[in-house]
């Protein structure tokens, strides 16, 4: 399963308004018509702790219990049992997800550059290089178009946005 870029871009800001917690059960994320749907892989591990209930049953209770859900459908993908949880967008990043959706990462506001990159350090400690590469195109990085134009052999302008636009058949979900 390819890695949609809305898993960089847009999960972190979704996490604003709904907690996106289990980072390795979340196996990718969709965008469409201002929604987003994570795509988990479903576990029924659950524990009793001294507050209570924990586990991904209890976090799945809180997704539909939010505000933003919209829906859940229980899938089965290559035999493993997955939930895929539909959520509106938040209004305070429909901008975002406009310059994401038309490829115009640098667009994004100072605010939203923090809100991903503070959680994609989060939430994948190991992934340094990907982290990386995000803040670079969300800032027009010099030293990436300077990479991106030797790799390729072009001439990239620095008004270039250093990342393609997302596809928006590899964006949407497919039953």
Do not use: W
């Not at 991106?148 to 072009?154: A, E, Q, R, T």
Request: with cysteine.
């Amino acid at each position: 399963m390819e890695i949609n870029k809305s898993k960089a871009y847009l999960v972190p800001l979704l996490d604003t308004v709904v907690s996106v917690r289990y980072p390795a059960l979340l196996l990718n994320s969709y965008a469409e018509n201002r929604t987003l749907s994570l795509l988990y892989k479903y576990s029924s591990a659950t524990k009793l702790t001294p507050d209570g209930r924990e586990g991904f049953p209890v976090y799945e209770e809180e997704l539909i219990n939010n505000p933003y859900f919209v829906e859940k459908k229980d899938l089965i993908m290559d035999g493993i049992s997955c939930v895929l949880y539909t959520f509106n967008f938040p209004e305070k990043y429909l901008k975002e997800y406009d310059h994401f959706m038309a490829g115009r990462y640098s667009l994004f506001s100072v605010e939203a550059r923090r809100v991903i990159i503070k959680f994609l350090i989060h939430n994948y400690p190991s992934g340094g290089d990907q982290v990386i590469k995000v803040k670079q195109v969300l800032t027009r990085d010099e030293k990436l178009r300077q990479q991106l134009s030797k790799d390729f052999d072009v001439y990239i302008s620095k008004s270039s946005e250093l990342s393609s636009i997302p596809d928006p058949k590899k964006e949407k979900f497919y039953v």
